[in-house]
Every structure is written in structure tokens, then in C-alpha cells.
């Protein structure tokens, strides 16, 4: 077998093998949206009830609370940025870091501080890698994230966002997130967590369907013990709930993402063996005809020189 | 009389859902019954067992923990960080 032949069986080889781990990888990413999807539907009826509770103290209590008034002054801004922990998932992490990157940029022209919190390997790597200061990262559970990390995220949040300025804490919170939509459609955003506007927001999960009390009049509620220590008690697990939910949103969109860059690949990796089987067979024929040229050209040598016997 | 319609959520998921005559709970200030009818009420669950009397009789006993209580138009709602059915 000629060397030019060599060569491509070893890409076709190569090529295939690839191709095997991305099929894989697709179909385990496929599976594991719905798992994940799942997750997000299960917690939304707590993030439902809890958006509910904190509107209607927000709406029939005059209570000034911290965490919903505008501060007069904003100095320095908290940026969360939800990422992945593994590559392999196309543009995902490239597009959430883009946004954050837009909106670092806006806070800085409105000039404001900001302070970078980071979840999932990808995006502390992007930071670190350009000398970016990180306040404090999380890594390990961005495909499957529990209430105890959003509880941790939150404390962490919190806990800077009641310090002064000066000692490092922060005046706003953000969150910058992929948002699962469908299995097709995924957009990153940032959404302002603190100062919190209350609150006609959709927290619904992805593929939930949406709650129906959008326009819903409350009644006058009682408060026990009272509306302000009800609103103390609700607006940490209000906020762990947002970042609960926005977590899991992620988790789902970075399957998603993961599957379909993992079937671009696949498709990929087909053309390819598709086109170095090709050109293995043209080398091949190629070869075949210079052969038998090179069996005619002697038997018509010979045959020239053959009267002389 | 009329039913409440009751749901107990967690952090993660929904617990228990359906219908009851008697919810009784455990706020701060002591314990409270809810039957139906109760005028609008949000209070802090203190922790411990919340005993639902179900329309069919039996009575379904959530572990709650920490979270808040809310009741409107009979509709009892038992939301907390971490909550389970005991039998």
C-alpha cells in the first residue's frame, strides 16, 4: 500500500474514533436535560411560593427592608457569573462571559466598582488567566447544583453586601446566567438580585408553564409575629431561591449546549471520513493506473527490444 | 364545608399537595389550626411537625423545617427549606 494511502486510512481511523466519544457525549448530554430540566421543574414551586409570599409583604407592608430599598449611592457593583465546569459545550461559556463582560463594562461606565464572583471552572479560568481579581469562586456543581450551593452563594452575597464600602462590601448584586428556554433556545442574561425590584417576574422553570397570577389582587394578609420579621425571614430564601433557579436554568442549558455542539461534532467528524474515504480511493486508483502504466511501459520496452534475441 | 387545598413545598421539590379540612402548624408565636375560611395569614414556621387532616380522613404529617406559612382564599401553603412526609 502506497504512503499516501497510509495517511488517510490513519485519519479515517483517528477520525472515527473521535467521532465514537462525541456520539457518546451527545447522547449522554441528551439524556441528561431532561434530568436536569427535571430539577428545575421540581424546585419551581418553592421559588413560585416564595416570590408570592415576598410580593405580598413587599406590597401591603411599609416595611423599609435593606435589601429592597435603592441605596443613594451605588459604589461597587457584585457581578456573579454562571458558567460551566467542562468545555465541550460550543459557545456556552464564550457567550455567558461575553455578556458579563458587557455589562462589567456598563457598571464601569456608570462608574462603579465591580466585584467578580465566579461559578464553574470555565469562567474562573478566563479571569484568572487575565489577572482579573476573583472575590471568590465556585466550582464542581454547575450540571447539578443543590440547594446547599445556591444557599452558600447566597450567604457569601449577602454577607458582602452588609458590609460597607470600604470594607469590600458591595452596594448591588448581579446575576449573569444562562437561561434555559428550550432545547434549541438559550440566552444569556444578567438580571439585578439585589437591590430587589419586587417582583412581577416569571420564575417559572423552563418548560413549566407560566404561573397564573400575574395580575392577581392579594388579599389583606395577617402578618405573624410581624411583616417586617416575615420579610426578614423571607428575603435571604428569596434570594437563595433566584440564584437556586438560575442555577438549574444554567445546568440545563449547558447540556443542551454540550449536546448540540457534541452532534456538530458528530456531523463534523462524518464529512471528515466522508472525505478522506474519497481521497483514499483516489490515491488508490491513482496507484492501480500508475502500476499498470508502469507493467505496459516495460512490456512495450521489452517488446522493442525483444528481435534483437 | 369547604376544603383548604394544601401544599407542602421544599427547596428541591413539591412534598405533599391535595386537599384538607385541618391544617395545624407550628409558628413562632405557638401553634396554630387553620380550617377553612381562615382570613389571610402569612407567619414563620418555627420548626417541627405539621399535621394535615385530609377530606378523606386521614392525617398526613410533614417535618418541616424553617420557611413560612401562608393562607388565602383556602389555600394553605407550607413552604420550607427542607420538609418531609413522616408516616
Redesign the interface.
Known sequence: MGAQQRVYKAKINSTSSLRKIFKAMELIAASRIQKAVARAQAASPYAREITRAVSVVATQSNVDHTLTTEPDTIDRAAVVVMGPDRGFAGAYAANVIREAEELITLLRDEGKDVALYTVGRKPETYYTFRDREIVRSWTGFSEAPTGADAREIGEELLASFEKDFSAGGVDEIYLVSTVYRSAVDRQPEYRRLIPLEVVEEDVAAPGARSTASQDEVFPLYEFEPSAEKVLDALLPRYIDARIQSALLSAAAAEQAARQQAMKTATDNADDLIKTYTRLANTARQAEITQEISEIVGGVDALAASGPSD | MAALTV?V??????VWTGEATRVVAR???GE?GILAGH??????VAGGEVRILTTAGATVRAQADG??L?V??DRV?V?A?AAEIVD
Do not use: H, K
Request: no cysteine; net charge negative.
Open positions: 401544599v413545598v421544599s427547596a428541591d421539590r413539591e409558628t413562632t408565636e396554630i382570613e389571610p395569614l402569612m407567619g414563620l420557611g413560612f401562608s388565602a382564599n401553603s413552604v427549606d
